[in-house]
Each structure stands twice: as structure tokens, then as C-alpha cells.
């Protein structure tokens, strides 16, 4: 089923007559049924990157909700694609089902990192909707990729995580600007935790045991970002031009590779998981707890790049097919000058990279990318409900 969605999702983004007339058919039919269903004041519907994960920021925002006693009287709803897949201490709704746009019109607030109206819009006005986003963009994103014009006006609260993504957000998003909330993005308030914590290196450690990495090897996480379909929405693989035993060969004494699919990745080709290749794309594994383990990062044009920058250690960038992907999808950052001899074009190169690194001046290197495009905050969790519940309280 969830193949099926992928290759109508595909057409839809990629058909524009189809989606506009399927879209305004929806949007009548929503706005009317919305005339018939009250809105609840303490309803709250959650999902996270279309309901196909429990995590990233909507998750850290949860687990604060139903941590404080303030707001024990919300009645929160989260939205997956596979239900029962997820044990969590709320009520759980099939995403796309006639009970979520239902519910939908129903909640007095939404929460998601994607997309709670599904491409459609519907949204009522006594409704507040909070958008965090998925992570600072490096690629083109929005309107900027030219499929169709994207329009969030009505989105009341969307996070930046500085200046630099905030006139992205307004110019490609079309998002009001009094309407960008300043914070970061709640994910990564664990992040800045750690980054000054007392005794850091005992709860690195300690979560190297849970995670059952050899705590005498430094540990590689390998994240490369998604990839278009390339069989009109069949299937989103990645065939990456490596070959884990070299890898292995010339690292397996000193290091281990976590491999982290996006979760938008249907298939990784070609590779083979051992002791040394530890796939930890599943939920079971918390994005966060990998970045805080890892001594080095290897991605390519995937905003996980500004996440393991908070940390400030090294960034390798592994654009083997750089010119096609700057071409084909656009990217707002030159990688070429912001990381210089740690962007790589080859296993060769990267092999290379990491065997010489410069430990100390990547990790400088990390710091001032961190300083140029990131607004440095461990509360945003907090500011994000503050601002949720502040909008509702302007709008009685």
C-alpha cells in the first residue's frame, strides 16, 4: 500500500494538470464538510514525515506535552501510515483515512515537519498549525524545484533555524514572515545539550553500549540524502558507488561505519550489513543518539550536514555526482566553498580524507559553518509550545 502512495505521490508532484484538478475537487469537498464538523479545543494531531515515522522534532514536541501537567487536558492524536506499528501512550489515526481529515477539521492545533492538509488546503481559520520543517535546507526546496508553486501563508508558526534558511522559507515556501518563529528546531535541543554537558564523554559512552558499537573503534555515520524516483514513483533506491569491503580493508581497525538511509529511500542497492556496515536506518535507532556517538559525518547534500555541525565535529561531503545533482535539483550552499578538500567525488577520495584527517581544523571548520547559518539554541521545544499556545490564546 505504501508503494502505491509513493507512485501516486510521484504523479501528482510530477503531473500538474492532474493535481490541480484532483486537488480542487478535495478542496470543495473538504471546505464544505468543514462547515458541518466543530472544531475541538483540545484536539491535537501530530504526524512526521507523512506519517511514516514516529521522530524528528514533532516527536520531541509530544514527549514535552505529555510531560507536563499544563497540558494533560489535550487530547493528542498522531497520524501514521501503518498504525499499529507504533506503541505510544496516545490515540493513533491512519493518515489519509476519511477519520484524518476528519479529525483534521476537527483539531484546534496541528503539528507536523511535512504536511498535515496532504497538498490540499483546508485549514479553518480557528485552527493553529505549527510547522517545524525536517531540517535546514541545503538542496532546493519548494517552489524553487519548479514542480509547482508552493503557498504556506496559512501556516501560523514555521521554525528557522537562522536567517540564512528564513529567506528561504519566505521566498520558496511563500510563508508570511511574521509568521517564522526564531528558535531551531526542537530535534536538535539534545544536541546543544550535549555539546557543553558535564562528564560528555561518559554518556557518549554509555550510549555506544546501548547501541552495541565496539567502544574501541570511532564510529563513521555514512547519511547520504534521497534520491528522485527514477521509474515514475516505483521506487525511491539509491545505488551508491562504494564498495563497503574496501571500505572495511583499509578502515575495519580503527573504525565503523552506522549507515543512515532517508526515510524517503525505498532501497539501498549493493550493500551488504556486518559488524563493521551497521544499518541503523529503522526507527529502533535515534537520529539524535547516532549523531551524539559518531566522531565523523559522511553525507552529501542532506541537512543532516547542519544537525552534526551543533556538535562540531567533522563534515565530509561525498558528491560523487555533485555537477548532476547542483544541476538537476539545485543547492542553495557552494559545498565546494564552504568545505573545500572535505568535499570528495570518489571512494578513493574519502577513503583518503579520512585516513588524513585533520581532526582538530575539521572540527573548527564545523564550528564556523555552525556560526554562519545556525541560530545556536537548546530551548526551541519549548519556545515552539509557548508560540502554539500563545496563537490560540490571540485567537479567542
Known sequence: MIKVKKRIDYLLKHNMLIYNLISSVLNFFLFVLGHFVKIKENL??????????????????????????????????WAFESPDKFDIPCDKVKIDSIRYFLLALQAKYWISNVNIERGLRFKKKQTVYLNTWHGTPLKYIGSAVRHRKFDFSNIDIFC???????????????VKPQNILKSGLPRNDKLYSILNAPKKEELILRKKKILNIPINRKVILYAPTWRDSKDSGNSYDIALPVDFRVWERELGDEYVILFRAHSFTTNVVNIAFNDFLIDCSSDNYDLNDLLQVSDILISDYSSIIFDFSI???????????YEHYKNDRGLYID????????VCYSQKEVLQKIKNLDYLEECARAKRFKEHYLYANNNATELCVNSLFKKYKNND
Open 335 to 342: 559545498l565546494k566553498k564552504e568545505f573545500s578538500d572535505a
Open 160 to 174: 528557522c533555524t537562522g536567517e540564512y534558511d528564513r529567506e528561504i522559507y519566505i521566498r520558496d515556501f511563500n
Open 44 to 77: 491535537v494531531l501530530i504526524n512526521s514525515y507523512s506519517g511514516l515515522r514516529y521522530n524528528d522534532s514533532p516527536k520531541a514536541i509530544f514527549e514535552y506535552l505529555i510531560s507536563c501537567e499544563e497540558y494533560k487536558h489535550l487530547h493528542i492524536v
Open 311 to 321: 556538535l562540531e565535529k567533522p563534515i565530509i561531503c561525498f558528491a560523487y555526482d
